[in-house]
């Protein structure tokens, strides 16, 4: 190549300015941009609508003539493509003058292909997540929450990739307050706040991990937090239990044969020397009214239980999987209706256990020895201890709340006990070991982690 031939003649950007700079043909140049982007050819005309003066004026000053009266302005594009290039002041025409005063104007169709691959590439870490979490990551690609809580492809990719950090460490085990696991974890203590994206997303995804029910207002969302171990505080948190002990609180209240309330607190933050080991049953109930009519029949001899009272807490998590880590064998039994099994599936999740009279078979019985049951409601969830159980609840369509089946549950506790002094711990006796990291269970469960 000559490396002596002339260069290529440039816009005169002086020029330009004083012919197309002018306010009033602004709207000329975004009507050029608009038709360089659309791939459409620069000819024809463009008319602007109730022009003013000043519109009027800078078009007369670019093309050396008036535009006319009329109620519309109207610019042929050959004819200011024509003047730039003969005047010298743009002489490769129009589209460079416009492109050298505005900037680079990006085709729509190629923009939009890049605008998409940038999403993609947003979305990519939820490909990282586990299996129990694929059905979330399809549908917030399909519902638009991360393009509404991010507007850009840029935002969305640092807040979908803050989210799958904080739900890869997710259950939280122990539980730990929300701040404590956002400074760890998300690099700054406020990350999870309320009333921010990424604490959105994470609620999302925690709902679709924990199983946590729709719902919503404060209480609604502090509950959906503690699903998976985070927690406002470690005092709010708490557990309703019968006979448990290990602590001079908890033997005394044995003693007495009194329901004992349990904060988390106090399972993950005093230190205690372990003395026994687990040997028995621990019955695990949904409603207050069950552990409440076992302690008012057998008090001090009935065997072990514990009450979830709805969904399972961050402190019955924690419970609950320090017991079953050091061999106590969990049977559960909840209300048989769809919000029952939901919330049986969500302690499931976290903590092996087996059917207390709340299998298919239990069902149908209860249903024939019941009158005037409410019908069941909301909608159809698995029941995968007893894939029967919600066949048989589909089919029925009847509401049995644990209340209705009381006798049954009470005379399971009475064969269970064993002879033993009263408000001392017999053979079915659990102990209830606390260390100053609290009850170290393992993970268990669909999600658990070395």
């Known amino acids: 190549m000559d490396m002596n031939l002339p260069a290529a003649p440039r816009a005169d950007i002086d020029r330009l300015g004083r012919l197309l ?50 109620r519309s302005l109207t610019v042929r594009l050959e004819a200011v493509d024509a003047m730039l290039r003969r005047s010298g002041a743009c002489p490769e025409g129009l589209a460079a003058a416009v492109t050298a005063l505005t900037g680079p104007v990006a085709l729509r169709a190629e923009a939009q292909a890049d605008e998409a ?27 638009g929450l991360v393009r509404r809580l991010a507007r850009t492809p840029e935002t969305a990719r640092t807040l979908v990739a803050g989210a799958v950090q904080a739900l890869r460490e997710l259950p939280a085990v122990p539980s730990m307050s929300r701040a404590t696991f956002a400074a760890r974890h998300l690099g700054g203590a406020h990350a999870l706040d309320e009333g921010t994206p990424l604490a959105a997303l994470v609620l999302s995804g925690i709902r679709s991990l924990t199983g946590f029910p729709d719902g919503s207002g404060a209480e609604w969302r502090r509950q959906a ?7 406002k505080d470690d005092v709010s948190s708490t557990v309703l239990v019968l006979n448990l002990r290990g602590t001079p609180a908890l033997d005394w209240m044995a003693d007495m044969g009194e329901p004992a309330v349990l904060t988390l607190r106090s399972l993950t933050r005093h230190a205690r020397t372990p003395a026994l ?77 087996r059917p207390w009279r709340y299998t298919a078979a239990d069902y149908r019985e209860a249903v024939g020895g019941t009158t005037a049951a409410p019908g069941l409601s909301g909608t159809a969830a698995e029941t995968p201890w007893d894939p029967a159980l ?16 009381l006798d049954c549950l009470l005379s399971d506790l009475e064969t269970r006990q064993r002879p033993g002094r009263p408000g001392k711990a017999g053979p079915d006796a659990v102990q209830l070991f606390t260390g100053r990291s609290g009850i170290r269970p393992g993970r268990t469960g669909p999600g658990s982690r070395p």
């Open 117 to 143: 691959q940038a999403w993609q590439e947003a979305y990519a870490p939820l490909g990282t997540l586990d299996t129990g979490l694929t059905e979330w990551a399809e549908r917030i690609r399909a519902d």
């Open 225 to 231: 937090w503690a699903s998976a171990g985070l927690l």
């Open 21 to 70: 700079g002018d306010p009033g043909l602004d709207w000329l140049l975004e009507r050029v941009r608009e038709r360089m982007a659309g791939g459409r050819p620069l000819t024809g005309t463009v008319s602007l609508a109730r022009p003013d003066g000043l519109h009027r004026l800078a078009a007369e000053r670019l093309l050396g003539r008036p535009p006319g009266a009329g």
């Open 277 to 353: 080991t687990v040997t028995g049953n621990v019955h695990v109930c949904e409603n207050p009214a069950v552990l409440c009519a076992a302690a008012d029949t057998f008090g001090s001899a009935c065997p072990p239980m514990v009450c979830l009272q709805g969904q399972p807490s961050a402190a019955a998590l924690t419970l609950l999987r320090g017991l079953s880590a050091q061999g106590a064998e969990l049977l559960y039994h909840g209300d048989f209706d769809w919000g029952g099994v939901r919330i049986a599936t969500a302690l499931r999740r976290s903590v092996p256990w």
């Open 390 to 405: 919600a066949v048989a609840l589909a089919e029925q369509g009847v509401r049995v709340e644990e209340e209705a089946v």
